[in-house]
């Protein structure tokens, strides 16, 4: 298995509070993903980062924002956090390779986040 | 804006029979498919991964295929058993430049076998 933890595992909160998930690697991988996965819609890119300090919007990044300092550790923020992003959050991570040999994702084993 | 649907939804099938789950997708300008396993409660594994350029792979009991130009992929799972139930997702990864490795998912078939 891919060495990426995700902390919190479980975290509960309330509305309006700010929220910080992390995402670690030990792989040394250039490519990191946050996704969130909610009945019905399937997993969903949030952000994603390309390498330190470079990041980017994916399909749902209204209300976050990311952060990526080291190699090893993407955050994912919460500025103040809704109802709505009760939700399952995942990390992933990729190496990029050669073009033409493709490129696998691996996943973390999420973070189960409520806001009340 | 890709869309991937994966059909059937969910699937109860007895142990050792073959199934096939399929997955289409909308814009053929894909860069890799995956297929992916995830368990109740957990996070996904990756299964198989065919790069656009390629017609199939496989791996043990598994064999996915990719036909880029109708936008179609199969996951072909042999002599089925009951450590095979799970829910399976299909994911495209877009093709290039900004797009590069996001993933855009179908919503899942949820397997059953049982004994």
Request: charged share 20%.
């Amino acid at each position: 298995d891919a060495g990426i933890t995700q902390s919190p595992r479980h975290k509960v909160t309330e509305t309006g509070t700010p929220v910080t998930l992390r995402c670690h690697q030990t792989e040394n991988h250039r490519y990191m993903y946050w996704y969130r996965q909610d009945p019905g819609h399937g997993l969903r890119l949030i952000h994603y980062s390309y390498g330190v300090k470079d990041t980017d919007k994916g399909e749902v990044s209204d209300g976050y924002s990311v952060s990526r300092s080291k190699t090893e550790d993407f955050l994912l923020t919460l500025e103040s956090a809704t109802s709505s992003q009760t939700s399952v959050y995942f990390c992933a991570i990729s190496e990029s390779r050669l073009a033409g040999e493709g490129d696998t994702q691996y996943f973390g084993p999420g973070t189960r986040l409520t806001v009340l | 804006k890709q869309e991937v649907t994966q059909i059937p939804a969910a699937l109860s099938v007895p142990e050792g029979e073959n199934l096939v789950l399929n997955c289409s997708f909308t814009d053929s300008a894909i860069y890799n498919l995956q297929w992916f396993r995830q368990d109740p409660g957990k996070g996904l594994t990756s299964l198989l991964l065919i790069q656009s350029s390629q017609r199939e792979q496989t791996s043990g009991r598994l064999n996915a295929s990719l036909d880029k130009s109708s936008g179609r992929s199969t996951l072909y799972i042999a002599a089925s058993q009951p450590g095979d139930s799970a829910t399976y997702l299909c994911a495209v990864s877009g093709a290039g430049g900004t797009s590069y490795g996001k993933l855009t998912f179908g919503q899942g078939t949820i397997l059953t076998v049982h004994p």
